[in-house]
């Protein structure tokens, strides 16, 4: 459904992400992985059409995205982006409605069905006690769902999630997990960045890792993500591990190795 | 949950504010240095009115110089503040939604000290009021175009926003200069006080052709504010958040800015320089009814018009000789700013 060929991106001249290509169906979750710095967020924003791309296409259902109207844009790919305080002190349900203008002509205003469109998507994520609250108030993890509700209010077929878990507690990472699962269900098909290479073995179908040369290695978990590739990638030695739980099931989880106290006293007298 | 009312409010906030106004014009019509009875204006306004459609009401007990005194004098004068208020206060709630900064006043692209240049020149040049006025609007719009312009040069399409605030500072100070300048040039005897006073703000010597002529800049300007008031809601996340949801960030600013500078400079070319109306209410319009620019344009245009009419009946009327507006308004602004910052509420602040 959606792919990207070639694409390059970054500010100016300076190229930060070179000729990458990576396709995505529906129903998939396609999960970015790499260090800080090395362009997830450029990318995400020339997918967006939020900055101009320097060279490569974005292609939907093989129609070049580069010519659509922003309006048309909006209502293919939805961005839930990391959660922030605006300055005025919206409600949430006046927040998720603002979702609806993908939608909306040039003077119009949300009408009654628009509003009941974001209530029903509030309740829909197991959020409708929110609906009420001032949006400002509330916590991080609570605004992260209010935002992945305004993106659906915009009946995307492509959801975009910048960091969807970053400043969220345990529990709350799990959740938006969980709920991204099950769009994914639903045939969204989903592109998220994380920092957690744990989060790709608890969500995503296909993986892309973005190493500091501005390459990506994209492809199925299990070719991607591999001990050697994490530790070149992040520069701290990892250690995958099966666990087989009581049912029988396999979970594979990523653990950090961090060095001892002999290895740091090494490298202090090297 | 002061910030935000339930929606049934709205209404009442909303009658509340049309009756207090329609009071406040009533008052303003029987107050000042001649004294009309409140009983009396019905009748004039209505003997005016009937008489335009060729029906003549014989009322003898109206003084002439009574009805002149409402029709010629007040009625132009009240009218021109609530339009001056309300123009203010929509430009500033405008300014305020697309500049994400609720500390934002319709002169911060810098139209207020090019119209109050616009002015002094004029002044200095001996031009009559009409073409004062004109040269007024005129470097509003020719200020606000030069810091779009440079605006649009230096960012490149990034970070548009944050730019345009740093090239209205610039361009309003440099204009400020230029006010200095043709003040130090003016004839201190005759020409000096002309500007200075202009630059105070009054509505002392407006008529109504005047405000005729101000009023179609305003409704062209309003118009498309009114109509588009829940784009602004959607930019309160910021450019790339609105463009992900389908608008056109960089067209809607365009018109944002045209439509707040076209209402701010056709007040300040009839009314001065006055400050602060823009920023508090705003403010005052956001602690009734919440941030919903749907509901809050309205509000802002309705308290706007109502405090600039009851500022000016004060000027007119609270001491032996007129005051300017623009110091009344400070005036009042300043402390009521302080009061705001005091309660330090978190989200509008």
């Known amino acids: 459904m959606l792919s990207i060929r070639e694409l390059s991106c970054g500010y100016g001249q300076k190229t930060v992400v070179d000729r990458i290509s990576l396709t995505l169906e529906a129903g998939e979750i396609l999960c970015l992985l790499g260090p800080n710095g090395v362009g997830k967020t450029t990318l995400f924003k020339t997918i967006l059409h939020l900055q101009p791309s320097l060279g490569g296409q974005i292609l939907v259902d093989g129609e070049d995205i580069k010519s659509w109207p922003s309006q048309r844009r909006a209502q293919t790919i939805a961005y839930v982006p990391q959660a922030h305080t605006p300055p005025f002190p919206f409600t949430v349900t006046d927040v998720v409605t603002m979702g609806c203008t993908a939608h909306l002509g040039m003077f119009s205003a949300p009408s009654a069905n628009d509003r009941q469109s974001a209530e029903d998507t509030l309740e829909m994520l197991g959020i409708e006690h929110l609906s009420a609250c001032i949006y400002t108030e509330i916590s991080g993890g609570e605004r992260q769902m209010v935002l992945i509700a305004r993106a659906l209010v915009q009946r995307p077929r492509i959801l975009v999630l910048d960091e969807p878990t970053s400043n969220l507690d345990f529990g709350n990472q799990i959740k938006v997990l969980q709920k991204i699962n099950q769009l994914a269900a639903q045939g969204m098909a989903i592109i998220m960045t994380t920092h957690f290479p744990n989060h790709v073995f608890l969500c995503s179908t296909c993986v892309a890792l973005m190493g500091r040369d501005g390459r990506i290695l994209a492809g199925s978990l299990d070719e991607v993500v591999t001990e050697t590739r994490l530790e070149s990638a992040y520069g701290v030695k990892v250690k995958l591990v099966d666990i087989l739980l009581d049912d029988g099931q396999i979970v594979r989880t990523c653990v950090p190795l961090m060095e001892t106290e002999s290895h740091v006293m090494e490298l202090a007298h090297t | ?349």
């Open chain 2, 1 to 349: 949950m002061q910030e935000r009312r339930g929606s049934a409010s709205v209404p009442v906030v909303v009658t509340f504010l049309l009756a207090g106004t329609f009071f406040l014009v009533l008052l303003s019509l029987s107050i000042g240095r001649y004294y009309v009875p409140v009983t009396k204006i019905p009748v004039i306004l209505g003997k005016s009115l009937f008489s335009r459609f060729g029906w003549i009401i014989s009322t003898t007990a109206i003084d002439p110089v009574m009805e002149t005194v409402i029709l010629n004098v007040r009625m132009p004068r009240i009218l021109a503040a609530l339009f001056v208020g309300a123009a203010l206060s929509v430009a500033g709630c405008s300014y305020q939604a697309l500049f994400r900064n609720p500390m934002v006043s319709p002169d911060i692209l810098g139209a207020s000290s090019g119209a109050g240049f616009g002015a002094a020149m004029a002044i200095l040049l001996s031009f009559p009021l009409g073409l004062i006025q004109l040269s007024s609007f005129g470097f509003g719009l020719v200020a606000v175009a030069l810091t779009w312009l440079i605006g649009s040069v230096v960012s490149r399409g990034n970070n548009a926003t944050m730019v345009l605030v740093l090239t209205g500072m610039v361009v309003g100070s440099l204009f400020a200069a230029f006010i200095s300048l043709t003040k130090y040039v003016a004839d201190p005897y005759s020409k000096l006080p002309a500007i200075t006073f202009w630059l105070m703000g009054g509505l002392t010597s407006i008529r109504l052709y005047d405000l005729f002529m101000a009023l179609v800049p305003m409704l062209i300007g309003l118009l498309p504010l009114i109509a588009l008031r829940w784009r602004l809601n959607v930019l309160a996340f910021g450019d790339e958040e609105a463009r992900a949801m389908g608008i056109n960030t960089r067209q809607l600013r365009f018109v944002i800015i045209i439509c707040s500078t076209l209402l701010t400079s056709a007040a300040v070319s009839i009314a001065g320089m006055v400050g602060w109306v823009g920023l508090i209410i705003p403010h005052l319009a956001r602690m009734l009814v919440g941030p919903d620019c749907r509901v809050l344009l309205p509000t802002s245009f309705l308290i706007g018009a109502a405090f600039m009419l009851g500022v000016d009946d004060i000027a007119r009327c609270a001491f032996p000789m007129e005051l300017p507006l623009g110091i009344l308004t400070a005036l009042v602004g300043a402390p009521f700013f302080i009061f705001l910052l005091l309660r330090g509420r978190k989200g509008w602040i």
